[in-house]
């Protein structure tokens, strides 16, 4: 979280996490999609050897009048492993305000999404000091559109954290995904004494 005195701009930036086509870019992109018009930025691109990242930016709703303007970044990488790899998924965690960890339900990915959720929990104890009860976190069940699709209980994700910062979500239809980030934006207002942000949908006022 980064305060620029000068532009009066609050930058809050949160992390998708997640195993490989998990659905990440699917999901900033379908929430930036589906902002009300003239409060998001569109998608960006930028390289990582032959792979690509993606952000966006979008302006949340505050409950109250601010002296400033918040500006809500999202971002990922791909979520391949290896030293390139690693080197850049602790960058962007270390950057991270809060953190949504997507995850594939498909039959046949449990145990990597398992995998990658243990490393990320390591990674914001090293980054942050931090375990996941204190981070702000949010989880998304992705793909339970598809027929392979199987419950978080098989996961040992869901013994791990409470219920509530679980959201069953398909990125390719736009469920789920903004319940999902506003959870995980509440805690990070909490954390840092802010006014309550939201993120409303299109069709919703978004004048701060």
Same mark, same amino acid.
């Given at each position: 979280?980064?305060?620029?005195? *000068?532009?009066?701009?609050?930058? =809050? $930036?949160?992390?998708?996490?997640?195993?490989? &086509?998990?659905?990440?870019?699917?999901? =900033?992109?379908?929430?930036?999609?589906?902002?009300?018009?003239?409060? #998001?930025?569109?998608?960006?691109?930028? +390289?990582?050897?032959?792979?690509? +990242?993606? *952000?966006?930016?979008?302006?949340?709703?505050?409950?109250?009048?601010?002296? *400033?303007? /918040?500006? @809500?970044? @999202?971002?990922?990488?791909? +979520?391949?492993?290896?030293?390139?790899?690693?080197?850049? !998924?602790?960058?962007?965690?270390?950057?991270?305000?809060? =953190?949504? &960890?997507?995850?594939?339900?498909?039959? +046949?990915?449990?145990?990597? $999404?398992?995998?990658? &959720?243990?490393?990320? !929990?390591?990674? /914001?104890?090293? @980054? !942050?000091?931090?375990?996941?009860?204190? &981070?702000?976190?949010?989880?998304?069940?992705?793909? /339970?559109?598809?027929?392979?699709?199987?419950?978080?209980?098989?996961?040992?994700?869901?013994?791990? =954290?409470?219920?509530?910062?679980?959201?069953?979500?398909?990125?390719?239809?736009?469920?789920?995904?903004?319940?999902?980030? $506003?959870?995980?934006?509440?805690?990070? #207002?909490?954390?840092? $004494?802010?006014?309550?942000? /939201?993120?409303?949908?299109?069709?919703?006022?978004?004048?701060?």
């Amino acid at each position: 979280m980064y305060l620029d005195y *000068f532009k009066k701009i609050l930058r =809050i $930036n949160l992390v998708y996490y997640g195993i490989p &086509f998990s659905g990440k870019s699917t999901t =900033i992109s379908m929430v930036l999609e589906r902002t009300s018009p003239g409060s #998001c930025q569109p998608v960006s691109f930028y +390289g990582l050897d032959t792979e690509r +990242g993606i *952000f966006g930016e979008c302006i949340p709703k505050a409950s109250k009048a601010l002296p *400033f303007q /918040v500006l @809500l970044t @999202l971002l990922t990488i791909p +979520g391949y492993s290896g030293y390139v790899y690693d080197k850049a !998924h602790k960058m962007l965690l270390s950057k991270a305000d809060g =953190i949504l &960890f997507v995850a594939d339900s498909q039959k +046949g990915r449990i145990e990597q $999404n398992d995998a990658y &959720f243990g490393v990320m !929990h390591r990674r /914001v104890r090293e @980054l !942050h000091g931090q375990s996941l009860l204190e &981070f702000p976190l949010a989880v998304q069940w992705n793909k /339970v559109d598809t027929e392979s699709s199987v419950s978080i209980q098989k996961s040992k994700i869901h013994s791990q =954290i409470s219920e509530s910062y679980i959201f069953e979500t398909s990125a390719v239809q736009g469920k789920g995904i903004l319940e999902a980030l $506003n959870f995980c934006l509440s805690q990070v #207002c909490k954390k840092a $004494n802010l006014v309550d942000l /939201v993120v409303q949908p299109r069709g919703s006022d978004v004048a701060n």
